[in-house]
């Protein structure tokens, strides 16, 4: 398969509650075998699946927030974070995961993976890929 | 659309549902996985029911009931079970890839 598609995925609901999150997840990572051009945006409240220091003992739901550190290793490196949707919700990029990625052409330095950007500029992005999945 | 082939119809998170044979919906209501069976044979279009997402909501067909101690299995005709693979293979493959659902 040459063929290299710009594939992009955009997470818009609150990790737990539904499974839906989790199954979006599950996409990206069965995604990455095939060696497309990938990005996952997160708006609305799909910021909250990159929140720090999740925990789900006591919903009974597995917490999955730990798989987003291994999309590094999946070559799955910019992870797009809408600005407005944060401030909406009263949060910062601190209050995200410090996920990141090794960059193998610049001796595996190691590189923020999420990157906030603007509504407008998602907007541009949105207009570039060939595959948009929405979950 | 005229003119146009289609190749393959995936089905993910709760569209799974659309392959149990065992809808009944009401006498006077349209039976939506009867349609996709009969488009199925109508047109050979290949539908795939996502295996994750059906083990989750008790989909099955006779190799998973075989595999996971299911005393039966529910699958629809003209529905297979497969993996996730076959989503993004056809995002790559098709021309246009269409998502419907929320």
Known sequence: MSETKKFMYINRRPPYGTVYPLEGLEVV????????????VFISDGVFQLRQGQDTIDSGMKNFSPTYRALGDYEVTRLYVERESLEERGLTEADLMPLT????DDDWAEKPSIQIVSRAQLSDLLEEQDVVFNF | ??????????????????GTRLTTPPQDDRH?????SELSKAHDLDLVVCVAAAQRRG???PDEAKRNGKDSDNIAPGFRISGLGQLIE???QADRLLVFGD
């Open chain 2, 90 to 92: 056809a995002g790559i």
């Open chain 2, 32 to 36: 939506i996985v009867n349609r996709w």
């Open chain 1, 101 to 104: 990625w090794e960059d193998e």
């Open chain 2, 59 to 61: 989909i099955v067909d």
């Open chain 1, 29 to 40: 990572l069965i995604g990455a075998a095939f060696e497309q051009e990938v990005c996952m």
């Open chain 2, 1 to 18: 659309m005229p003119g146009t082939r289609y190749f393959r119809v995936f089905f993910y998170h709760d569209g799974v549902n659309n």
